[in-house]
């Protein structure tokens, strides 16, 4: 039997074009997402390309009770999974207090909680096994404060903070894992964030998902800690360091604020 990564949020952005770079390398795949036809053809399409074993699951992962379906399911199957891509994650925006409860409880669940969850499951299973590797998805929001998205930057910076705790704890046990942090990348994230993209599109930070994928995949090869894309987003990253963090606040929620919908 294959020796599968299993990919979260890959029917779209950045997700997909992380399936796509792996089934390239000849990786089979478990992708999963809420959209069944979406994976459907995302699978049969891969497989098709690139003559890899490709499953696909669908699963809310905000749904305590789905995630526990999943992993009871892939722990029933024997499947060995040498990889886990914890990318599935939403943003939103407009201030905290005037949000449904509901969203933002949403946030943290698929952000927060799926994500240590998988972390904890799967990365125990690799860690009893003698080896694995773990790619969770954070952002350059991770780096700072984002007044307007405070709850999303925050979820960031938790999934920022937990991969390089983990990378220490699991690397005697032969885990490696690492942390995505891209910029602004293309893709549904700013209109379900309820963000106005337009003003970004002709920003040179802006980087396709293939863009932000190549350069990862490259970066896990060499199992690098904190993968930027970007030199641009890696000089946005390190910038909160240089000043005070009042300065830093003001600049990234005037920033967010110019791009809330008038
Ligand atoms: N785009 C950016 O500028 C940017 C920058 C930094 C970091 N990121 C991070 O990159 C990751 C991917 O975002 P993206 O830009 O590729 O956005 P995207 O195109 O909206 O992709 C999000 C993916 O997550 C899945 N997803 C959403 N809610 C889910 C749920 N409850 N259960 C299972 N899957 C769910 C979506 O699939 P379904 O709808 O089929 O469920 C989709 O495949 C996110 O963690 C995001 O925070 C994005």
Avoid at 147 to 175: D, I, Q
Wanted: aromatic share 6%; proline share 5%; with cysteine.
């Amino acid at each position: 039997m294959p020796r599968y990564a299993l990919i979260t949020g890959a029917s779209s952005g950045i997700g997909l074009a992380l399936a796509e770079a792996m089934a390239r390398r000849g990786q089979a795949l478990i992708l999963v997402a809420r959209q069944r036809d979406a994976l459907e053809s995302i699978a049969c399409e891969l497989a098709q390309r690139f003559g890899v074993d490709v499953l696909f699951r669908v699963c809310d992962l905000s749904e305590p009770l789905q995630l526990s379906g999943l992993l009871h399911e892939l722990e029933q199957s024997g499947r060995q999974i040498e990889m886990l891509v914890n990318n599935a994650g939403f943003g939103n925006s407009g201030e905290f207090v005037e949000q449904d409860w509901s969203r933002e409880q949403e946030l943290i669940e698929l952000n927060i909680l799926a994500l240590a969850r998988l972390c904890h499951a799967i990365g125990g299973q690799m860690a009893r096994n003698g080896g694995g590797q773990i790619l969770n998805v954070a952002s350059v929001a991770a780096f700072q404060p984002g007044p307007w998205m405070s709850n999303y930057y925050a979820s960031k910076a938790y999934v920022l903070h937990l991969s390089e705790g983990l990378r220490a704890e699991l690397k005697p046990h032969g885990v490696k894992v690492s942390v995505l942090c891209p910029g602004p990348t293309r893709s549904a994230f700013f209109r379900n964030a309820n963000l106005e993209a337009r003003r970004l599109d002709g920003s040179k930070l802006m980087m396709s998902p293939e863009e932000v994928a190549l350069v990862t995949v490259k970066a896990l090869q060499r199992n690098k800690a904190i993968i930027i894309p970007g030199w641009r987003n890696r000089l946005l990253a390190w910038s909160p360091r240089m000043g005070p963090r009042w300065l830093v606040r003001l600049i990234a929620g005037r920033v967010i604020r110019s791009a809330l919908p008038r």
